[in-house]
């Protein structure tokens, strides 16, 4: 029952290094996201993969950069991390248009 | 650009008593769908409760019910008999085609 895995769960970086945050689901969903949560703050989506194959900028797409590896796999890469890229990850996914999207743990990444 | 208000911050309620939520949306968009996420401090993003913007019934589950108004654009949620377990950040959401907006969430505090 795993639903939607990310890893890692936390994670401390250093201002130029990069960080490739995996995320991986067994729901067989088509979709997938990245979002960052920064406090005082909803959700922002980062990318999106409305199917494999395809991927699309989302609200805050600058600094990252994503891979939709197969149906179950997305990753998010920070090439060279920065301060203002510390936030709690969350990677989400979902089997339809319009149905809820289903949320992993997050990571809480931080950019020293 | 759709955007999502939640204009309380923080709210309270006693425990068994019944809280009302608030959130506004914009859209031009006829066709799309509302959610209400709970956030628990485990950081879990958790569905509450889902409204197609085509259905005039306003959804109910269980103790969590929404007073949805297409035309003021409105969509609070109403949680009856409150327990100390409802105690979280909430996250009004919209969703038309592949993106999800998130609101900037309400801290409910349940007090015993």
């Known amino acids: 029952n795993a639903g939607v895995t990310q890893t890692p769960k936390f994670q401390v970086l250093k201002t130029g290094q990069s960080m490739t945050l995996q995320c991986a689901q067994d729901?067989?969903?088509?979709?997938m996201y990245w979002y960052r949560q920064d406090p005082g703050m909803g959700l922002r989506l980062i990318y999106y993969?409305?199917?494999?194959?395809?991927?699309d900028k989302g609200e805050v797409p600058n600094g990252y950069n994503v891979s939709r590896l197969n149906k179950r796999e997305f990753s998010l890469r920070l090439e060279s991390a920065a301060p203002s890229q510390t936030s709690v990850y969350f990677c989400?996914?979902?089997?339809?248009?319009?149905?809820?999207?289903?949320f992993g743990d997050g990571t809480r990444l931080s950019i020293l | 650009a759709q955007t999502v208000t939640q204009s309380q911050p923080e709210m309270s309620v006693q425990e068994a008593e019944t809280v009302t939520l608030s959130c506004t949306y914009d859209?031009?968009?006829?066709?799309?769908?509302l959610f209400w996420y709970k956030q628990p401090p485990s950081r879990q993003m958790i569905l509450v409760i889902r409204q197609e913007a085509y259905k005039q019934q306003n959804a109910t589950e269980n103790r969590f019910s929404v007073n949805f108004q297409k035309a003021a654009k409105s969509f609070s949620l109403k949680i009856s008999d409150s327990q100390l377990g409802d105690a979280a950040m909430y996250f009004c959401?919209?969703?038309?085609?592949?993106?999800?907006?998130f609101g900037e969430g309400t801290q409910l505090t349940v007090n015993p």
């Open positions: 993969s409305a199917s494999e194959g395809t991927t």
């Open positions: 959401a919209y969703m038309v085609g592949s993106r999800l907006t």
């Open positions: 729901m067989n969903h088509n979709s």
């Open positions: 989400a996914s979902r089997l339809k248009p319009h149905q809820p999207q289903h």
């Open positions: 859209t031009s968009e006829s066709d799309y769908y």
